[in-house]
């Protein structure tokens, strides 16, 4: 079982990943609010798909080999699940139990 706090610490280690690749005018922080992704966030679809396997890659080393973020129901609600950090670990968090 994954805390959220584990699954938020892996989401900044995506942070920092895509972080160092992108321009300092897009820069995430490593805030729960930080928006990620749609209107007022700092990936672009290239960006989303970067960050999301950064993010897998963290949540399956953290001992949840069979994680994924690609799955239908995520790619289906991309405002949604990842609209902040918060939400996003939330969604994890649901997933990994």
Do not use: C, W
Not at 20 to 38: H, W, Y
Not at 40 to 47: A, I, P
């Amino acid at each position: 079982m994954a805390s959220k706090q584990q699954i938020t610490d892996a989401i900044y280690g995506a942070i920092d990943e895509v972080n160092a690749a992108q321009g300092s005018e897009n820069q995430i922080t490593k805030d729960p609010k930080a928006i990620l992704f749609g209107q007022g966030g700092k990936l672009d679809s290239l960006g989303l798909l970067t960050f999301v396997l950064q993010v897998e890659q963290r949540v399956q080393a953290a001992g949840h080999p069979s994680f994924t973020l690609t799955d239908e129901k995520a790619m289906a609600d991309t405002a949604t699940v990842f609209r902040t950090v918060d939400t996003l670990a939330d969604y994890i968090v649901s997933r990994v139990g």
